[in-house]
Structures are given as C-alpha cells and as structure tokens.
Nanobody
C-alpha cells in the first residue's frame, strides 16, 4: 500500500514536500516514482529514484525545481517541489516498480497510491 501526503494550495513560486509511505512490501526491492495528472490531461511521469537512492531521473519540465529522495529505513519516498508554477497543478501519485534500477515508463509501475492534490495559484 502506498499513501501520499503533503499536497496543498500554494502560490506560484512556493514549495511543498510530498511524501509517500509504503507498507506491506520490502521497500528497497522497488524503484519509486512520482507521476502527475492535470485536469483534462493524461497522467505523466515526473521523477524516479532507484532502489538504493543513488540514481534519479526527472522529466524535463521539473528538472532543477523538483527533487526526489527516499529513506529506506522509513519506507518513504519524497518529492520536494520548489519554484512552483501554475502548470504544476495536478494530482500527484507515487508508484512502485520492480525495475529496481528505475524506469520512466508508467506501465512498469505495478502499485500506485491514491494521489495528493497540488494546486498552484498564479
């Protein structure tokens, strides 16, 4: 089970820290990813971190503004989102993939959280 938290309403330029707590699994057997879905749009990849935390990959629109990290001792993955823009408004989902090295392909993720809403006002 994956449970996201930390979403909210912020003004443009603001920051949030999203968290995703995992239970019922050996956390470090999985790469962890964040995706988002804006109203009227398809879900899109945001960032991924490999099983050990020393490898990350980001979608171009968020590079330099978002940082993914994980704490395997706490079974938690984080997404620090800075310099938020109105176009970052979306429901943010965390997901787990057995491709431990990491992947940006949505179909490679077999477990998903329920999502947390991030709303950015311009």
């Amino acid at each position: 089970q994956l449970v996201e938290s930390g979403g909210g309403f912020v003004q443009a330029g603001g920051s949030l820290r999203l968290s995703c707590a995992a239970s019922g699994r050996t956390f470090n057997n999985y790469a962890m990813g964040w995706f988002r879905q804006a109203p009227g749009k398809e879900r899109e990849f945001v960032a991924v971190i490999n099983w050990s935390g020393d490898g990350t990959y980001y979608a171009d629109p968020v590079k330099g503004r978002f940082t993914i990290s994980r704490d395997n001792a706490k079974n938690t993955v984080y997404l620090q989102v800075n310099s938020l823009k109105a176009e970052d408004t979306a429901v943010y989902y965390c997901a787990a993939s057995t491709m431990r090295a990491g992947t940006a392909t949505e179909g490679d993720f077999g477990s998903w959280g329920q999502g947390t809403q991030v709303t950015v006002s311009s």
